[in-house]
């Protein structure tokens, strides 16, 4: 597949197996429609036809809702020779609505598909609709060839109109990375796929309508419409379609468990997950409580826990980087290995060099799969980096490797992703920033990723006081211009906000202060917010005073002069037998049950400390009665 382009493959697919069925769409009533590899390749090559005679060679537009008429205007550009550029229908509620501006602004596209014209459209020189079932039966041919080095897609990953970035995403990167997602969903040809994510969005074009073209399977096209409005209807159709491969952001998964507890038994009704294989969970942090709780509310249906594929990947990277089936454990939660091709490294950000097994950097990534850069050229002066001649794509992500996997511990310090959705930092606080005026001085967003769901939050610096109604203006004006709702505003007094040296804003340390009631009093949420916040100081401070003490312990039956909370266990020499002495001296030293399977399973004193505490809420202690017992024992007890 090296050296052919995505055009190549739709057309090998239909001369070889022309009435084989490549898409299926079931609409809100169970009605399912469906287009052959040969219905494909002719209904593109009328489009590319189409697309030949509206001038330059420029890029194509996609402004077409999800369903079979989108791989079809995918392909067409393809057999023209043309990049896309996927972006939501105009006039969308959705989040990323109002985009279309920047990015026409940005990209220049030459064509643009879509079911209708639209204020958002007109500076676009040519339209053109998706052909329907009179272009059947045609010839299919193209129109302009691409080579495999050639731009396929534009991918932009800007959350907000303030400043879309494009993502060069060549043809060859993309066959690469549909290879590496066949290899690791298991794509063989009795699979079957179902996808409800946009295709506006990396996730849902490359891994839900290209990577079945790839792998030679039929997916079925569910409206993401139809997913949020009823979560469970996604399941009803993994059964009836037999989908072996399907999934999405961490959120959704959550939507689930949610939806399903509200209904009760009858949610469960007719439903048959047994088939289901490859359950994959990106785009967003992956949740230890999430697929936990998911595969205990869907066991009764057939679902395994061993379906569930963490993964971790980004625009920049094509779309996945690395990815491995769970294995239920206390403790975070491993994205896997590379996928064939992908080569990772853990680096030290400072001083630019690869860290050790275990220690926290940020992940670079090197490949076939990575961008050569942005549409625009714009904001990639630190996007690579060299390691020993090898060129690297800088994620800006932090995490660890251990055995080989990969363990993403924190999202891009300056992007927002909530229930999937990339929103820039500094769009956010453009908005926020313009909707407070002059009395004003700089602002802070960020993420805050908390039971029962993470929400994101803004420091807003307010001269003299504020306004009534500044912050209902303020969520107002960033809801409209990024489709980002704010859970928490903190309007706090002039140069609260941290800096660095050269007065950038540290919003991980502002993330961090609010966190530890720094913001206390001033922050504007919904009671349960705010109760959720207070419940995770006491926990963190719980969990911080308990990793403290399993330190001691450790430290002392291991013979070693340190142990630190984040230290691997194994590294200072626990093994069953010291794990076993550790949970019974651990269980006698706080009077709670340590079970010894936790301690063994656990990589480091602080995941001990998260899964003990997981434990023991669940089971009715709360973090304050925790803290009450560790109070009184002396963090270097001697083992008895």
């Not at 898409?23 to 090559?45: F, I, K, M, P």
């Not at 501006?101 to 007109?122: C, K, N």
């Not at 700089?442 to 029962?452: K, Y």
Request: charged share 20%; net charge negative.
């Amino acid at each position: 597949m090296a050296t052919q382009s995505l055009a190549d493959v739709l057309l090998i697919r239909a001369e070889s197996t022309p009435d084989a069925v490549a898409y299926e769409c079931v609409d809100a009533a169970g009605e399912v429609s469906a287009l052959s590899y040969a219905q494909v390749a002719t209904r593109a090559s009328a489009l590319a036809e189409q697309i030949a005679g509206c001038g330059d060679d420029g890029p194509v537009l996609l402004a077409v809702p999800a369903g079979l008429d989108y791989p079809v205007a995918v392909f067409g550009a393809f057999l023209a020779g043309r990049p896309v550029i996927p972006a939501y229908p105009p006039g969308s509620s959705g989040p990323d609505r109002g985009r279309l501006d920047g990015i026409v602004a940005d990209a220049r596209p030459s064509v643009v598909i879509a079911e209708q014209t639209h204020p958002e459209l007109a500076a676009v020189p040519a339209a053109l609709t998706v052909p329907g079932s009179e272009a059947d039966g045609g010839p299919w041919s193209r129109q302009g060839r691409s080579a495999a080095t050639d731009v396929a897609i534009v991918q932009y990953t800007s959350g907000s109109t303030g400043k879309p970035r494009g993502v060069l995403v060549r043809h060859d990167s993309v066959l690469a990375n549909v290879a590496g997602i066949a290899d690791r969903f298991q794509l063989t040809e009795s699979a079957r796929g179902l996808v409800w994510l946009p295709p506006y969005h990396d996730m849902g074009l490359i891994g839900g309508l290209l990577t079945p073209v790839g792998a030679g399977i039929t997916i079925r096209i569910m409206p993401p419409g139809d997913f949020l409005k009823s979560p469970l209807w996604w399941l009803r159709q993994v059964t009836e379609s037999g989908a072996t491969a399907s999934g999405g952001p961490d959120f959704a998964y959550a939507l689930c468990v949610r939806r399903a507890r509200l209904r009760g038994p009858e949610a469960l009704a007719g439903l048959d997950l047994s088939g289901w294989r490859v359950a994959f969970n990106g785009g967003e942090a992956v949740r230890h409580r999430t697929l936990t709780e998911f595969a205990e509310t869907f066991a009764p249906v057939g679902f395994r826990p061993e379906a569930f594929l963490p993964c971790y990947g980004l625009a920049e990277a094509t779309l996945m980087v690395s990815a491995g089936h769970w294995r239920p454990a206390p403790g975070p939660v491993s994205c896997g290995t590379p996928v064939p091709g992908q080569r990772i490294a853990v680096v030290d950000p400072e001083g630019l060099s690869p860290v050790g097994d275990g220690d926290e950097g940020e992940i670079w990534v090197a490949g076939p799969h990575i961008t050569p850069g942005y549409l625009s050229g714009r904001d990639q002066d630190d996007l690579f980096g060299d390691l020993d001649g090898v060129r690297y794509l800088r994620t800006g992500d932090l995490g660890y490797r251990a055995g080989g996997e990969l363990f993403v511990t924190g999202r891009k310090k300056d992007v927002i992703v909530l229930r999937g959705v990339n929103h820039h930092a500094i769009d956010v606080e453009a908005a926020a920033l313009d909707a407070a005026g002059k009395a004003v001085g700089t602002a802070a967003a960020f993420l805050v990723d908390i039971e029962p769901e993470p929400f994101a939050c803004l420091v807003l610096e307010v001269r003299g006081r504020p306004a009534p109604a500044l912050v209902g203006d303020v969520r107002a004006e960033v809801l409209a211009r990024t489709g980002l709702r704010l859970g928490a505003v903190a309007l706090v007094p002039p140069r609260s906000v941290p800096r660095t040296s050269s007065g950038k804003v540290r919003r991980a340390n502002c993330r961090d202060a609010l966190l530890a009631g720094a913001y206390d009093g001033s922050v504007v949420a919904d009671p349960a917010l705010l109760g959720a916040l207070a419940q995770r100081r006491d926990r963190d401070a719980a969990v911080a005073a308990l990793a403290g003490v399993i330190c001691g312990i450790v430290a002392e039956l291991c013979d070693v002069d340190e142990c630190r909370p984040t230290d691997r266990l194994v590294d200072l020499g626990v093994d069953s037998v010291r794990a076993g002495e550790a949970a019974d001296v651990l269980g006698d030293t706080v009077g709670l049950d340590v079970p010894f399977e936790t301690v063994l399973a656990a990589t480091t004193p602080r995941a001990v400390a998260d899964a003990l505490m997981d434990r023991w809420l669940s089971e009715g202690s709360t973090p304050g009665q925790v803290r009450e017992r560790l109070a009184a024992i002396d963090s270097h007890a001697s083992v008895s």
